[in-house]
């Protein structure tokens, strides 16, 4: 969890350690009681510690929630780059279709952390602006990105047309594009975002149980029919230009 340098003295590698242990029993709680009922005073006595001893690693239920966030976009983020790298040689859409499976799967096995990453926010908490939160976010993105765009030539990511012919819309996307993704064009990030949303939408349905007229394997052969499509999209997208 926690990133540790070599040449960290024994104090630091023990609050290490501890911050470590905190955020996996938060994540427990969170698991077996929900967000609504993750506690400081909880995680203290079972990690074996006064609430005010917690305080010098998490001054606030707001720093724990940051925390957990990171900690579950990271590990997310992670788990995608490793199936991209063990699909690096398949086929564009087999390789899409791994990556957004593994989404799924990640998803599935951790609900409510994942349902706290993306699900409805907690009333009262606001995620630190440029914190480690957003970092982590970014780097789940950049995992879909490499994987959507790989194969694209810039002439091809260049010309892909804005959704709609409204300059203000143009005008947002260009904004936006330029501070999170700059190799992107405008038309290229609302594509993106586009198939995310898709791929999202499917998995929120699948994990809020709206999908549970699917029975056995029949949801995953759904998802993994329903991404085919999506990446043939992208080909004949990429293609087209």
Known sequence: MSVVKPSASL???????????????ALRHLAEHGVHELSLRAV????????????HYFDSRDALLTALIAHGNNTLA???RATAEAHRDAGYVERCVAVSLTYREWALRNKPLFLLLYGNPVPGYAAPEGGPTM???RRVAEVFAEVVFAGWTA?????????AADPALTA????????????LSPGALAQFLGAWAQLHGLVMLDLLNHLRWLEGDAATEYHRAMLVQLGDRLVALRDAH
């Open 135 to 137: 970092m982590a976010g």
């Open 155 to 163: 002439e091809q990511i260049a010309a892909v047309p804005v959704p």
């Open 11 to 25: 104090r630091e590698r023990r609050r290490a350690a501890t911050i470590d242990e905190i955020i996996g029993v």
């Open 78 to 80: 992670d788990t995608l």
């Open 44 to 55: 203290a006595r079972e990690v074996g510690m006064t609430v005010q001893a917690l305080y």
């Open 172 to 183: 947002q996307l260009t904004g936006a594009a330029q501070a999170m993704a700059p190799h």
